[in-house]
């Protein structure tokens, strides 16, 4: 899970205290509207593979007072999109399943499985990056729910 903190948010748990009707339509606009720009600075930073899964598999889930954004591009079974912005340790995997990725670059499919069962494969941190791209918008979004909050009140 990646997550940062928010300025003002000690004020909005008070006023959701106080005001639980009026600060959860603000607060969970400001939630939505945080997640859907996170998302589309994934969608633009996730590496584009063979079927584009990672860049058109995202979902985000609300409730009240908290939204979640995950991914739903997974490869047999595993989460595929941890596995890029994590990275791997070494593990096996089968030539011919990577053979239309690696055709598409030029490379050997069976010399990529061969490096990634001893090397694993290198991490790219591009959701946390979209996450880090989007936190003064995501603040400002935040700022806003209050504002309206104290406006409507």
Known sequence: MISFEIKGLNELIEMADKYPAISEKHVNKAIKYSLIRIQDQAKQKAPFGTTGNLRNNWKIQMGRFEGKLSSGAMNNGYNYALAVQFGTKPHMVSGSSLSLWAS???????????????????????????????????EQEFEKALSNIILEL
């Open 104 to 138: 598409r670059r030029g490379l050997n499919p069976y010399a990529v499985a061969k490096s990634i069962q001893r090397r694993g494969t290198k991490a790219n941190p591009f959701f946390s990056e979209s996450v880090e791209s989007q936190k003064l918008k995501v």
